[in-house]
């Protein structure tokens, strides 16, 4: 049997629904053999999820997904196997958790405006001890009955021309890939398909990531369709970048796709692990 790789998932220490210990397990139940946690901007679950990991027999892989600003848009930057005390990436994420607070209470004072008072106290009762952003908010305002579930709340309060919707400065591209590429990790661009790029600006990234220092993007992940799994692998030969997989699991309603239900590379892809000790495990072995 092969073994399953999932390079993307979050836990409750940025906005995902089940704590890193439960993830694991969560994964385990479902046939993944590989798991990478990477939350939003923070890295403090990795230990949890390892000891968890270690119990199972599964391979935990320590990742992060930054969020970033490149030419005024929000990209996001999976770093794989990173050394999450490494002192530039650790202070670069420290940076953009105190900035999700800025933009939460920019946030709030926007939904104060259109009547929906309590927004801030109530997006930090569901944010725990991990980062606050737009899920925990959409959480609260479904919570209150605005909205009858996630994708409706953001679609009508938290993107860009909702009153939830605060313009933030994210992390630029260049110290994104540099803080994981230092701390000796691999710099994967995520999802691209949700960026409504336009093919010139997708040459256009794709050409700076690699001369920054990214190797690989995510061709199989939850939210793309069966035609871009073929438009981004094509995207990955052109480039010269290795592929990546990974659901982006977020919890049991809020998120794409299952654990272990995503379908393998197309065949002309390098994946991200096929230099790793990983790429030499089978099913059977662990
Ligand atoms: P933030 O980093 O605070 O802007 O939050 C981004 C997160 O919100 C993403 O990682 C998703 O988990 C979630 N998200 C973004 N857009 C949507 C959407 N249209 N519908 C549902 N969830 C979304
Ligand atoms: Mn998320
Ligand atoms: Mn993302
Ligand atoms: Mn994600």
């Known amino acids: 049997m092969p073994l399953v790789f999932d390079l993307h998932s979050h836990s409750n220490i940025s906005d995902g629904l ?3 210990t439960e993830l694991v397990a969560h994964a385990v139940t479902h046939g993944v053999g590989v798991l990478a946690l990477t939350d939003h901007d923070d890295t403090s679950g990795l230990q ?3 000891n968890e990991a270690k119990r199972h027999g599964l391979h935990l892989i320590n990742g992060v997904e930054i969020s970033v600003t490149w030419k005024k848009r929000t990209l996001h930057i999976v770093g794989l196997k990173i050394d999450p005390e490494y002192p530039a990436l650790k202070s670069g994420l420290a ?4 900035g999700r607070e800025v933009r939460a209470a920019g946030m709030a004072a926007g939904l104060d405006k259109v009547g929906i008072e309590g927004s801030l106290a109530g997006a930090y009762e569901y944010a725990q001890e991990g980062i606050i952003g737009r899920m925990h908010f959409a959480r609260f305002l479904v919570s209150r009955g605005v909205s009858k579930d996630n994708k409706a709340v953001f679609k009508k309060y938290l993107v860009k021309g909702k009153p939830g919707y605060f313009e933030h400065q994210w992390a630029s591209l260049d110290d ?3 803080w994981i590429v230092g701390s000796g990790g691999v710099a994967v661009l995520a999802h691209p398909g949700r960026y409504d790029l336009g093919r010139t600006n997708m ?3 794709l050409e700076e990531f690699r001369a920054l220092g990214g190797r690989a993007i995510e061709v199989v992940t939850g939210s793309h369709t069966g035609a871009q799994y073929i ?3 094509k995207y990955a030969q052109m480039f010269s970048l290795k592929s990546s997989v990974g659901t982006d699991y977020h919890g049991k309603g809020i998120s794409f796709m299952e654990m272990g239900r995503l379908p393998a590379l ?3 892809c390098v994946p991200v692990w096929d230099d790793w000790p990983e790429a030499r495990l089978t099913a059977e072995s662990i």
Request: hydrophobic content about 65%; overall charge neutral.
């Open 231 to 233: 438009e981004f692998a």
């Open 95 to 98: 940076a953009i958790r105190a």
């Open 176 to 178: 994104a890939v540099s």
């Open 48 to 50: 949890m999820a390892a």
């Open 266 to 268: 197309p065949t002309n």
């Open 203 to 205: 040459l256009l990234l």
């Open 18 to 20: 089940l704590s890193p």
